[in-house]
């Protein structure tokens, strides 16, 4: 009687599991952090009740109404997760094409000691219009080493951020057109996760382009799997997931003060360090366009390395651009981020609108 009991409610308990994942990207981490780890768990849910739903059905048990409401609930993120067709769109206007990559400061795989002369020959040959790069860095003492001098040297305009440390980490975008206005999001930011923007001029129009690196978490993987003492590590991480959104949800309301008071057509591309399950991408999603989910294929997975792969970098847009193409070149392997790269159009003469 007991076990019957408890099959009884299990699949109403899995839904009410479920719809508690799907609701956290409403909670702000501010104001409820526990919202924000929940969130990660909405693809694991979403395999539960699809696995259910056909069990159940297969057995023609009535039970498979809880897990088919559950997959019903679950619509808004299987859209932001998979697209089946990766179809390109003609669009008409100026068109302009920007990739974004987080170098991993231009480091060999799996280390940071020694500059990979890969990544600098894969960025500088790279033939995109725009290039955003995170985790930017350089060496000025060295020829070889010196990208800032090697994509001045093949044309391109440039702005990049930087912090008072060896090797000038920090952000950079380079343009084949002229650059006429510049910044940071958020100056009193002096860490290499910070927001800048470029003011672009192609042809008769100007686009603002903003190259973005949110709040890393860091995982120190290997140092945990070391621990023996399990407690102290999940403590760990559940902090840094804490402490990561609630940073991220204030990076984000500066990025929107900052745009909302631009004028022109608007790309913000880069590492946000979000998964598309987070209150912080819904927040992004309700004011622009991703270019992934519009004509991008597949899961999109930006991210390689430990520990599994995820989406977490993205390209947004405004109204006022229209999106072509998005690809992942999956060819560049050194950095544990896949570049991105999107083509846009550029809708009609906004520069005095």
């Not at 539960?48 to 019903?72: D, E, M, P, Q, S």
């Not at 997760?81 to 400061?105: R, Y």
């Not at 940071?184 to 290499?192: A, G, K, Y």
């Not at 294929?297 to 390209?315: E, V, Y």
Request: hydrophobic share 40%; charged share 20%; with cysteine.
């Amino acid at each position: 009687m007991f076990k019957k009991s408890r099959k009884s409610i299990l699949s109403p308990l899995i839904l009410t599991i479920s719809l508690g994942c799907y609701l956290s990207v409403k909670v702000p981490p501010g104001i409820f952090w526990p919202a924000a780890i929940l969130g990660y768990a909405i693809p694991v849910v979403v395999f539960i009740n699809l696995f259910l739903f056909v069990f159940y059905l297969l057995l023609k048990n009535r039970r498979y109404w809880f897990h088919l409401a559950g997959l019903l609930f679950a619509v808004p993120f299987i859209w932001v997760s998979f697209n089946v067709t990766g179809q390109q769109n003609p669009v008409e206007g100026t068109q302009f094409k920007l990739m974004s990559f987080n170098a991993k400061l231009f480091r060999e795989s799996e280390t940071y000691e020694k500059f990979s002369r890969e990544t600098i020959d894969w960025v500088t040959k790279d033939s995109s219009d725009i290039k955003c790069i995170q985790e930017f860095s350089y060496n000025p003492d060295n020829p070889k080493l010196d990208v800032l001098q090697m994509l001045k040297d093949r044309g391109y305009y440039h702005y990049n951020f930087q912090i008072d440390q060896k090797h000038n980490p920090g952000l950079a975008i380079f343009s084949k057109y002229p650059i006429v206005s510049r910044g940071i999001v958020n100056p009193e930011n002096t860490s290499v996760n910070n927001m800048i923007y470029a003011d672009v001029t192609i042809g008769p129009d100007t686009v603002r382009i903003y190259n973005v690196h949110l709040k890393s978490m860091r995982f120190e993987l290997e140092r945990y799997k070391e621990s023996d003492r399990l407690r102290s590590t999940m403590k760990i991480v559940i902090n840094k997931l804490r402490y990561g959104a609630i940073d991220r949800a204030y990076e984000i309301r500066k990025l929107l003060s900052h745009v909302d008071q631009c004028m022109h057509p608007v790309v913000i591309c880069g590492d946000f360090n979000e998964t598309p399950y987070s209150y912080n991408y819904f927040t992004m999603k309700s004011k622009f366009n991703n270019s992934f989910e519009e004509v991008g294929k597949g899961f999109g997975f930006t991210f390689h390395g430990q520990p599994m792969k995820l989406r977490i970098d993205h390209h947004f847009y405004n109204d006022k651009i229209e999106v072509a193409g998005y690809w992942l070149d999956h060819s560049m392997e050194v950095s544990d981020h896949y570049p991105s790269r999107a083509l846009y159009s550029i809708k009609g003469l906004h520069r005095d609108q």
